[in-house]
């Protein structure tokens, strides 16, 4: 039984994925900060928009527009990865198989989130 929200997988692997996403963007040129600025804000948006949305679980409408915001956000990292991958090519620092890790990543942490997301869609 599910009784806070770090009984959520999803929301575990939010956070264990921030460790490898600050290292990644940590990597990227100082001429690209807007960049790291973007992909760490929407990979730390996602755990408190799981939290948020957990926390107002009893509206079933609220809990799917949180786990909605969340998706956005893991499919915004996505997009901001791959940038990173384009400045790779002329940056040796960052590794390709790095950034395709994290895609993949990212791509799973989604179709958890969308998963959870149509399964509280069925109680609206």
């Not at 692997?13 to 992909?39: F, G, I, S």
């Not at 948020?52 to 949180?66: D, I, L, V």
């Not at 956000?73 to 990173?84: A, G, K």
Request: a positive charge; one cysteine or more.
């Amino acid at each position: 039984m599910i009784k806070d929200v770090t009984d959520l997988k999803v929301y575990n692997l939010a956070l264990d994925l921030l460790e490898p996403l600050y290292k990644l963007a940590n990597l990227l040129p100082q001429n690209h900060r807007r960049l790291k600025y973007q992909v760490t804000e929407a990979g730390e948006k996602i755990p408190p928009q799981i939290a948020e949305g957990f926390g107002k679980k009893k509206s079933p409408r609220e809990f799917c527009r949180f786990l909605s915001m969340s998706l956005g956000s893991s499919d915004e990292v996505i997009t901001h990865i791959r940038e990173i991958k384009i400045v790779a090519k002329s940056f040796t620092r960052i590794k390709i198989e790095d950034c395709d890790y994290l895609i993949e990543q990212y791509k799973v942490l989604s179709k958890m989130l969308n998963k959870l997301l149509s399964t509280w869609q069925r109680f609206n």
